[in-house]
């Protein structure tokens, strides 16, 4: 029987790899060692359209509104970094999507 976590010893990986001890701790290719991928699998292809897009408009709204607060909030008195970086968090969210989007009229 492999005796796992001792340098030299033989085991499978997670995904069926056979590996060693010292390769497990220098190279995690399948995320933490003995890790199960058992999440859920890629919806179907026009779910995933539609999420995306879905998703796309909801960022975009939330662009827009914290687009709007900035612009009300930009040359009143009060420290502008808790808007500043509210708008900083929607507009990388959006440009997440975005990229998803992208990716997804690429397929």
Do not use: N
Request: with cysteine; hydrophobic share 30%; charged share 30%.
């Amino acid at each position: 029987m492999p005796r796992s976590g001792i340098t030299g010893s033989t085991d499978r990986c997670c995904c069926g790899t056979r590996t060693t001890a010292s390769a497990r701790m220098r190279w995690r290719h399948c995320g933490p060692v003995g890790a199960r991928r058992s999440g859920p699998s890629r919806p179907p292809a026009q779910e995933y359209r539609d999420r995306v897009d879905a998703e796309l408009a909801v960022s975009l709204a939330a662009l827009g509104e914290r687009t709007r607060h900035y612009e009300d909030r930009r040359f009143k008195p009060g420290k502008l970094e808790p808007v500043a970086d509210a708008l900083w968090r929607v507009s990388a969210g959006y440009l997440d999507v975005e990229a998803s989007a992208r990716a997804r009229d690429l397929d």
